[in-house]
């Protein structure tokens, strides 16, 4: 199961200050410390099984 536990206001944090490209949530996430770097593999794990 993939849990993060990444708090609404840490995404709508995020989502304020990323760029055009909304595939770069998961970077804005970890630049402004609210993922761990941890939780930053994951989130790429997560998005790499959710393509296949």
């Known amino acids: 199961?993939?849990?993060l536990s990444i708090s609404d206001s840490a995404i709508a944090?995020?989502?304020r200050h990323q760029?055009?490209?909304s595939n770069q949530?998961?970077?804005v996430l970890?630049?402004?410390g609210l993922?761990?770097?941890k939780q930053l593999d994951q989130i790429f794990d997560w998005l790499e099984?959710?393509?296949v």
């Open 1 to 3: 199961k993939w849990e």
């Open 13 to 15: 944090t995020a989502l």
């Open 19 to 21: 760029e055009e490209d």
């Open 25 to 27: 949530l998961p970077m």
């Open 30 to 32: 970890w630049q402004y």
């Open 35 to 37: 993922v761990t770097l």
């Open 49 to 51: 099984m959710a393509s």
